[in-house]
């Protein structure tokens, strides 16, 4: 806002002669002097802001509610799409969140891995799938790679004996992918799962496509499968084994030591 004062000089009234008489004097001219006024807001500028904080206030809660409906819907389509598979609970450690992996690609190729959680650090034992275990009382053995993924219990009951308790199981049946697929070459170790996962989509992506494949034990739930992404910077620790005169794979004698350093 502008404001415009005049400004006259004093003008004497002595006598003509003087020199601030005003006849002998130039006509004064109006001094424009300007003054700065902060604009006061009117109303109409202070509800467009509001309206603008609104509309977008709506728009992320509207973002919001719809991630929150893709999420659910997604899993909702994998908890129905995976497979659940009965362990008895007299098979399954107590008060251990040891998670047994079991990952069964294209060519008969087999990884076998166990997570053991503590103060939430995990270490990864690798166990080879040609390591004999014995499925009953007998001392007869067959290696892993010879037990069903899909009934679990044999393997459990194998792994037990040696020293390696199980609490929660997760087993993935990816052996009628095409080797050249993204899942193939995820289960015959091409890819990790990590360079599938770049962001939660692509994590839902993946795990819904793996969905049903998956075979899941008592106790475990579907983003146990995230935990397969620990395999490459766990540093895993591979179990030590030997071939006996007859082909047979076992343990070797440094096992129990590495075992009670995993456990």
Not at 109 to 119: C, D, I, R, S
Not at 183 to 210: D, N, R, Y
Request: proline fraction near 8%.
């Amino acid at each position: 806002m502008v404001v415009i004062a005049e400004v006259e000089a004093h003008r004497c009234a002595g006598c003509p002669g003087c020199a601030n008489h005003p006849s002998r004097l130039p006509a004064l001219e109006p001094v424009v002097q300007l003054a700065l006024v902060p604009p006061v807001p009117t109303r109409s500028r202070r509800s467009f802001w509001k309206k603008v904080a609104l509309i977008s206030g709506g728009a992320v809660v509207s973002l919001v509610a719809l991630a929150g409906a893709y999420i659910g819907i997604t899993l909702y389509k994998i908890d129905h799409a995976v497979h659940h598979v009965s362990v008895p609970e007299s098979l399954l450690a107590k008060g251990k969140g040891d998670l047994l992996a079991v990952v069964l690609g294209p060519d008969h190729h087999e990884e076998v891995y166990v997570f053991n959680t503590t103060g939430g650090h995990t270490k990864v034992l690798m166990v080879p799938s040609t390591l004999g275990v014995s499925t009953g009382h007998s001392t007869h053995t067959v290696p892993l790679s010879a037990l069903n993924i899909h009934r679990p219990e044999a393997i459990i009951t194998g792994l037990r004996q040696l020293g390696i308790p199980v609490g929660r199981y997760v087993g993935v049946d990816l052996h009628a992918v095409s080797p050249d697929s993204s899942l193939g070459m995820l289960a015959l170790g091409k890819t990790s799962m990590a360079s599938l996962v770049g962001h939660p989509a692509g994590t839902t992506s993946l795990i819904e496509a793996v969905a049903s494949h998956v075979y899941l034990g008592p106790h475990t739930s579907v983003s146990s499968l995230l935990t397969l992404m620990k395999v490459p910077t766990g540093k895993p620790v591979s179990v030590p084994t030997s071939t006996t005169s007859n082909g047979q794979v076992v343990l070797a004698a440094p096992a129990v030591n590495v075992l009670r350093h995993f456990l």
